[in-house]
């Protein structure tokens, strides 16, 4: 499938290089050549603005050049007619009987129309989710897994090998107290009376109570004397399992599980530790070399840790690799973690992560230029919060509480197809609004019904013409209309956007682009009827391949944002 921006860039490239060698133009360096709809639909379909540009280096009005230029446009069969229109710019129809065409290409191509070769032979990882496993998926890791699920399909689109990957993060404090928070819980089970803490050391919630009582149905009494790593183990295996189901249910699959423990089995933490200490970049102190009164008046006491002098790759301060207690902070495994993805030969490397990982993300990129490695194939999208509404007021929850605002929650309220939109469909950089009486509407209000009714209709036109015994095979969909054009003009721009997407690592383009798609779609539905009884045969036929086709582009697009394409709603 043409990427017509493209194609018709190269068209306006050879026509200005045509003008220079005919003396049309006089000699000067070709600017890149931006191509997009003009801001008028009656102005035809794409527009060169090249003319504007090169006013200054031609010495001549941008009307004159674009006449110029129009003169040495090569012919090409997408291409209808060539138009110029004030102060300079050259336009571009496309040829009816092209677009016509293009129904059969889509058809041919199905599951895989409008795939790119942009990452061909290139190795994508996108790591996403990544949550502790100490409690239920809340509602901001959904939002991050299905950005990051999108991404990668995305990426796939525009033809990337992509990997998608869990960073398990099984390790520190976090997992030490769920482990002892299972432990008080199994005693209770088992009779004895125990002191609950009421701090952040303890998880209350209700999971916690129903893996004791299992526990104690598969072990008894066994473990009443034992630390907290048997129970940091179980509860680590059954979290897991929970958070790898509630994941399948918004069809989030993972290829890699990347277990955090391993970077310590390995020594790899330790060895990154002392090649950053050979750099010069660590050193032993109480303070930081740069303390100010604020760190002098927070130290309270502690002990002597080990820094990373950050602040020499632009951080505001450093930052603690190894605490005073020997433990490793946070960013000593962040960095040997993506110095091994580094590795291992990606080509591009994702991070879906939270606002409050923002300045982490600087550090391990800091870490990784201290190791001397190129960080530039590392690309992070940062997230923001998501709030849950319902009835106009806010839901929240606590995973350390007990209560909780989760992904099951989410998909129990709703259903998997609106988690998937309604999660994608904003700018990751913006805060987003969950509004759960919008995600069940069934009207054209909720996007998701819009949007996945368009697939209906046509699955629902194909049934009706099997009972009739009507086929679209061998159409002439020469007898086509305008009407018809208009959506195959819209379709033809999925390629474009998957291009973006890819590019710029904006999956959510795909939802902006699936509305506009439905609202170009349903009109001509409800205009342009298949199977009524004043439709001569023929143009039957045609309007049923017409609809196909249409049914191809929306099942492509909805799989792109991992959700249904269903045939009754």
């Known amino acids: 499938m043409k990427l017509l921006p493209h194609e018709i860039a190269a068209l306006v490239a050879h026509a200005v290089q045509a003008a220079q060698a005919a003396g049309d133009l006089p000699a000067f360096e070709l600017p890149a050549i931006d191509i997009r709809p003009p801001k008028r639909p009656e102005q035809g379909d794409y527009a060169a603005s090249v003319a504007l540009a090169l006013a200054k280096s031609a010495g001549m009005a941008p009307l004159e050049i ?88 995305v990426l796939e689109a525009a033809g990337y090998e992509v990997e998608r990957e869990y960073y398990f993060n099984n390790a520190g404090r976090q997992m030490r107290n769920l482990g002892n928070s299972l432990r008080l819980r199994y005693l209770q089970a088992l009779g004895r009376e125990v002191q609950l803490p009421d701090d952040d050391s303890f998880y209350q919630g209700k999971y916690l109570i129903d893996f004791a009582n299992e526990l104690v149905k598969e072990q008894g009494e066994a473990l009443a004397d034992a630390d907290w790593q048997p129970f940091k183990d179980y509860a680590e295996k059954r979290m897991f399992e929970w958070i790898k189901t509630s994941l399948g249910r918004i069809q989030i699959r993972h290829d890699v599980f990347f277990n955090e423990n391993s970077l310590y089995e390995s020594g790899a933490i330790w060895q990154v530790l002392e090649e950053l200490e050979e750099r010069g970049y660590v050193y032993k102190a109480v303070l930081p070399e740069d303390a100010d009164a ?112 989760t992904l099951d929650d989410l998909v129990d309220e709703t259903s998997p197809d609106a988690v998937r939109y309604l999660m994608l469909a904003r700018s990751p950089d913006s805060q987003h609004t969950f509004d759960l009486d919008l995600a069940v509407k069934q009207s054209n209000d909720n996007p998701v019904y819009y949007i996945q009714n368009a697939h209906v209709r046509c699955a629902g036109i194909f049934r009706e013409a099997a009972a009739r015994g009507v086929s679209d095979e061998g159409a002439d969909v020469g007898l086509l209309s305008a009407d018809e054009l208009r959506f195959i003009r819209k379709a033809l721009e999925l390629g474009e956007v998957i291009e973006v997407a890819a590019r710029n690592l904006e999956a959510y383009r795909i939802a902006f682009y699936a509305q506009e798609l439905a609202q170009v779609f349903h009109p001509i539905y409800d205009s342009v009827r298949a199977l009524h009884s004043d439709v001569p045969p023929e143009l039957q036929k045609a309007r049923l391949r017409f609809y196909r086709a249409a049914q191809v582009v929306f099942k492509r697009v909805l799989t792109m944002m991992g959700m249904t394409a269903p045939d009754y709603m």
Not at 105 to 116: K, P, R, V, W
Not at 327 to 341: C, Q, R, S
Request: net charge neutral.
């Open 66 to 153: 674009a006449n110029r230029i129009a003169k040495h446009v090569p012919s090409a069969d997408f291409i209808g007619s060539v138009e110029i229109a004030p102060p300079g710019y050259i336009n571009f129809r496309l040829s009816e009987s092209w677009l016509k065409q293009q129904i059969e290409t889509i058809i041919a191509e199905g599951e895989s129309a409008f795939a790119l070769d942009l990452g061909a032979g290139k190795r994508a990882q996108v790591e996403f989710v990544s949550a502790n496993p100490t409690g239920p998926l809340t509602v901001g890791r959904t939002r991050g897994g299905v950005i990051g699920d999108s991404t990668a399909r």
């Open 294 to 405: 604020e760190d002098k008046a927070d130290n309270d006491g502690k002990g002597e840790a080990v820094w990373f002098r950050s602040t020499q790759f632009g951080d505001t301060k450093d930052r603690v690799l190894v605490k005073s207690s020997g433990e490793p902070t946070y960013t000593l495994p962040d960095i040997a973690y993506h110095a091994n993805k580094i590795g291992r030969g990606f080509d591009l490397m994702v991070n879906i992560l939270g606002s409050d990982h923002l300045v982490q993300a600087q550090v391990v990129k800091y870490g990784l230029m201290a190791l001397g490695l190129d960080p530039s194939k590392v690309r992070v999208i940062i997230n923001q919060m998501v709030l849950v509404m319902q009835d106009g007021k806010p839901v929240r929850g606590s995973t350390r509480r007990g209560i909780f605002d």
